[in-house]
């Protein structure tokens, strides 16, 4: 079993410009999570889909952040235009309940 | 708002010794609780959980503890070792939605 899968792992940018994050959910799983981690907030849910319908994007900071799930191997988040606030690490989870859920590594997002 | 809240940002105990982790929230709609770990640079991963309609629930040397009218919950790790050295997350799920505390670096010295 690979697990959760994310990719970019580092992401460096600088303001302005669009930025896309990958997502393979674990086989098998109906719920693909998006979440946000910084050191003033902590991990923060933005976004949840179930059978690849988003359920509840209301994590979501503003406009410029999108989800997508066409298929149920595969989502994407993109940030656009990014700022420098946006710097964080996005973590994506799945899970074959909506209890227990497994991330992916990460990706460490940088904007200059 | 926190809901969910680990007032302890670092604990340091000694190897063989009982870690105790807590963790208060204040949605009595949270109706399943569970812990996380993590290292650096890594994905949290699942450690163990419990349901709200239990007070324990026991997985090798790792216990959680529910304290439902205290709206508290704990951790307890017996014996410690230095592999448990990590970032560990209280969460609770509510409708879906998991909402996690800001967790407490525990380290674990030899």
């Known amino acids: 079993d690979a697990g959760v899968i994310q990719s970019p792992r580092h992401e460096v940018t600088e303001m302005g410009q669009e930025v896309t994050l990958r997502c393979k959910p674990i086989?098998?799983?109906?719920?693909l999570f998006w979440y946000r981690q910084t050191m003033m907030r902590g991990l923060e849910l933005l976004i949840y889909?179930?059978?690849?319908?988003?359920?509840?994007d209301s994590g979501m900071p503003e406009d410029r952040f999108s989800a997508k799930m066409p298929n149920a191997s595969f989502s994407t988040l993109k940030i656009q235009p990014s700022e420098p606030r946006d710097s964080a690490v996005y973590f994506c989870?799945?899970?074959?309940?909506?209890?227990?859920?497994?991330f992916g590594p990460g990706t460490r997002l940088l904007v200059l | 708002d926190q809901q969910v809240k680990q007032n302890s940002p670092s604990l340091s105990v000694q190897e063989g010794r009982i870690s105790i982790l807590n963790c208060d929230y204040t949605?009595?709609?949270?109706?399943?609780f569970l812990w996380y770990k993590k290292y650096p640079a890594e994905g949290p991963t699942f450690l163990i959980s419990?349901?709200?309609?239990?007070d324990k629930n026991e997985d090798g040397r790792f216990t959680v503890f529910l304290n439902k009218s205290a709206k508290h919950l704990s951790l307890h790790i017996v014996p410690s070792q230095p592999g448990d050295s990590a970032v560990y997350f209280c969460?609770?799920?509510?409708?879906?939605?998991?909402?996690f505390g800001k967790g407490i670096t525990l380290s674990v010295r030899p």
């Open positions: 969460a609770a799920s509510s409708r879906s939605k998991l909402t």
């Open positions: 086989s098998g799983h109906d719920y």
């Open positions: 889909f179930n059978n690849n319908v988003p359920i509840d």
């Open positions: 949605n009595s709609m949270f109706d399943y």
């Open positions: 419990i349901s709200s309609i239990k």
């Open positions: 989870a799945s899970s074959f309940s909506y209890q227990t859920q497994y």
